[in-house]
């Protein structure tokens, strides 16, 4: 199981044009983003535009790469019929899905860090030392569960369907969670049922750092609770795959 | 009727319990019954080609004896438990035609992956020398030709001491000499005690290879027994003789025991069950054959002859039925 980890860390650094694309996308659209804010407060927060983007988009980042990545990279596994050969070894469904977090982990380090770096460099983010490092952690960390719920669509849709269905839970699961744009914008009923969605607590995790905080408990136990149930979705779906392709 | 010659079966009776055994298995996809009421035993030690035509249910048959895929009925048991418990065990490698390989790594660290995922696993070297791989571990697996790649999935599939190895149509992409070498591979796997089940259209192969050869025909045992059976049940001798003077079809498609009959010229070519018997009732017409020949049928003819007949059987049936 360990040798599984181990070779999908080593598949994901070699595979250079994804990682090349999926570390340069989010520190670019952040500072594409992030260009014109000024420093006004976004309204019901103390953050300005360049803070509330910076862990945004460092969070939409990680997310990109590990859903869509996990998501595409399933889709051919089980086409070329790789998944049924590891179906026929005594590998668990856990180790399996610990090995494609573990890959995506991998991707979407740099990424965060990229974002970190952009926004104290050009936007000119100052937070202490524990900030900094407690939102590339938190953010990375957090990076999990959308690793999870890749494998998961991974195995839940197949063929042709996995890119529409991605990209959907994709853009539906950043504009829900205010990856693109404050939800304190919009009326309260909407922030009431965005409170639940994992994006959003996803996001709230750095937030609440940069205005000086811990992040909040119920933040995270909402991602642990996701992490879990797409976590043992995507392994059971693994075990239970009978499908050819 | 030209259902299960149980020979081989019968010859192990006194055998120890069965490696593999299908009981009623039935498996459908949608209006296509890819496996009907199929009863097997497989027992320790033999060497069973899985022959057939294209769609006559072999690798839905090893799908369903690896536990990939679940019968709609039956009772279906790998060493007396379930395929997955089985596999979990390490006492089966599978090597399938459908089965990818993970691409971005090395043959090396693939072959290592499935050690690692080995409960009773070889050493690295071992495994890559008896799969003759030794001389591209180092090279990145999506970079390899269909042989190789070949070669590399029997590797997966004996990475340990497993008991009973599954290959579905394991030369497939390899040319003359590389099959040679990978039948080599497979007989010292059969020596060494193990049970190997392997899925095949090349009839040379069946024949050169197993003990045992399983004949499917949409989804059913068609024939059970050795190569040599199998030939002697579908009519297994060809009589070839030329013949002066105006040739009576008519009067030599009455002969005895004749399974067909061929004209081209003053050649005759003949399929009979019983040669001698054939042969003798030409002379009985006052013909005088030229060149005469007799000779055994290859297990490709047999088997031609086999399938062809029973679908000729199941057609007849089904016009019967209208």
């Known amino acids: 199981m360990t040798t599984l980890i181990k070779l999908e860390i080593i598949r994901a650094l070699r595979n250079k044009k994804f990682m090349f694309f999926s570390v340069i996308y989010p520190p670019a659209l952040y500072l594409i983003i992030a260009g014109g804010a000024d420093s006004t407060p976004i309204p019901g927060t103390k953050l300005d535009m360049g803070l509330y ?16 990545g996990n998501c595409e990279q399933i889709a051919k596994e089980r086409e070329k019929g790789w998944v049924r050969q590891l179906r026929l070894t005594a590998l668990p469904g856990r180790g399996y899905v610990s090995a494609k977090i573990a890959a995506a982990a991998t991707v979407s380090l740099p990424s965060i860090v990229l974002v970190l770096i952009a926004g104290a460099a050009v936007k000119g983010v100052r937070l202490d030392a524990w900030q900094w490092a407690a939102i590339a952690v938190g953010t990375w960390l957090g ?17 042709d369907a996995v890119r529409p269905v991605s990209m959907l839970c994709y853009f539906a699961l950043a504009f829900c969670g205010g990856l693109w744009m404050p939800l304190t914008i919009l009326p309260q009923w909407v922030q009431n049922i965005a409170e639940w969605i994992p994006t959003h607590a996803y996001a709230a995790l750095g937030t609440a750092v940069e205005a000086g905080g811990a992040p909040h408990m119920k933040d995270i136990a909402i991602l642990l609770g996701y992490l879990l149930v797409f976590a043992a979705g995507a392994a059971w779906l693994y075990r239970k795959d009978t499908r050819k392709a | 009727m030209t259902t299960t010659a149980t020979t081989a079966a019968t010859a192990h009776r006194a055998a120890p319990a069965p490696v593999v055994s299908f009981q009623q298995i039935n498996k459908s996809y949608g209006a296509v019954r890819a496996v009907a009421d199929m009863n097997l035993e497989l027992y320790p030690g033999e060497t069973v080609a899985l022959l057939g035509p294209n769609g006559a249910g072999k690798s839905s048959t090893l799908d369903l004896l690896l536990g990939l895929r679940t019968p709609d009925s039956g009772s279906l048991t790998l060493f007396g438990t379930t395929p997955q418990r089985a596999i979990e ?12 390989l993970m691409d971005g790594v090395k043959v090396r660290e693939l072959v290592g992956l499935a050690r690692d995922l080995h409960p009773r696993a070889y050493p690295l070297d071992r495994i890559l020398e008896t799969a003759g791989i030794t001389d591209i571990a180092d090279r990145m697996v ?7 790649e070949q070669r590399v999935r029997f590797a997966l599939a004996t990475a340990g001491a497993n008991d009973l190895i599954v290959l ?13 070498t990978f039948w080599g591979a497979m007989r010292r796997q059969a020596d060494e005690g193990r049970t190997v089940l392997f899925a095949t259209h090349y009839l040379e192969e069946a024949d050169a290879i197993a003990d045992r050869v399983i004949v499917l025909q949409r989804g059913r045992v068609l024939a059970d027994g050795t190569s040599a059976e199998i030939k002697a049940k579908a009519g297994a001798r060809r009589v070839t003789f030329d013949l002066d003077g105006t040739i009576d079809r008519d009067t030599l498609g009455a002969l005895p025991f004749l399974t067909s009959l061929e004209v081209s010229g003053r050649t005759v070519r003949i399929q009979s069950q019983d040669a001698d018997a054939t042969v003798h ?13 007799v000779a055994g049928l290859g297990l490709e003819q047999a088997f031609i002859a086999l399938t062809t007949a029973s679908d000729a059987t199941a057609t007849t049936a089904e016009e019967a039925a209208r």
Do not use: C, W
Request: glycine share 18%; charged share 10%; hydrophobic share 45%.
């Open chain 1, 53 to 68: 983007y910076m862990v945004s988009m460092a969070a939409f980042g990680a997310m990109t790469a590990v859903l869509l």
């Open chain 1, 143 to 159: 990076s999990f569960v959308f690793a999870a719920l890749g494998v998961a669509i991974g195995y839940l849709v197949s063929g």
């Open chain 2, 89 to 100: 065990q390490g006492k089966v490698g599978a090597m399938l035609q459908s089965g990818g």
């Open chain 2, 142 to 148: 999506g970079k390899l030709s269909g042989g190789q």
């Open chain 2, 168 to 180: 579905d149509e394991p030369t497939t992409g390899m040319d003359v000499s590389a099959r040679q």
């Open chain 2, 281 to 293: 009732a030409v002379y009985g017409l006052g013909l005088y054959p030229h060149n005469l020949e």
